[in-house]
């Protein structure tokens, strides 16, 4: 799957997107926040308030607890603050 | 009549008067025009500041404001409804965003308009990063803002 890296979370990690493969135990989208943070010291810097940050799958919001079953992008970011 | 709402997610400046004059222009149906215009101020905080940068979520953007324009036309009576949403680098005075709703009565315009920049201040995939004399930093979100859409909520 696609993820992608919005505002203050992609400049911690570097990256605008890239493609993962998580392994099968990985099933939620808050779980998938903890395997990336889990994968070096950027991502660990980026994911280290997990409540704070906001997700959405194929452009669609979602919370933490959303299966990533099937998801084809996940994008991460802080909240919002447009308008 | 289906109304279609315009949505345009943009880099440049818009004409404001030009867009409320596009809802009513030609229409004998139309009986109330709202607007709302967000500019860039030259201050955050009490500090001066040179521009704000806005970043997007290409292709969430849309979609996000879509869903929201569609509830809006499902819960008033629009005649008209255009969103525009800039983004990139954007000087204090320049224009950000607009709403404009067109009904055949006020209450309704102004509703739609007000629920619209609600969301769009707390669900649109924008984020806005402040340029000034101390560097630059992301503006953080608000929790009035939260409040301010919540309100919305059908209970």
Known sequence: ?83 | MTVAATIRIQEPDFDVAQEIAALSKGRTDVGAVVSFSGICRGSEQGEPIAALTLEHYPGMAEAEISRHADEALARWPLQGLTIIHRFGRIAPGENIVLVVTASAHRQAAFEAAEFLMDYLKTNAPFWKREESARGTSWIEARDHDDAAAARWTKS
């Open chain 1, 1 to 83: 799957m696609k993820l992608k890296y919005f505002a203050w979370v992609r400049e911690r990690i570097g990256k605008t997107e890239e493609i993962v493969e998580p392994p099968a135990e990985v099933r939620t989208v808050g779980e998938l926040i903890g395997w990336l943070a889990a994968r070096d010291d950027a991502y660990a810097y980026a994911f280290e308030k997990p409540t704070v940050i906001r997700a959405a799958i194929d452009h669609a919001h979602v919370k933490q607890d959303a299966a990533i079953v099937g998801a084809r992008e996940i994008a991460f970011f802080p909240p919002m603050t447009g308008g």
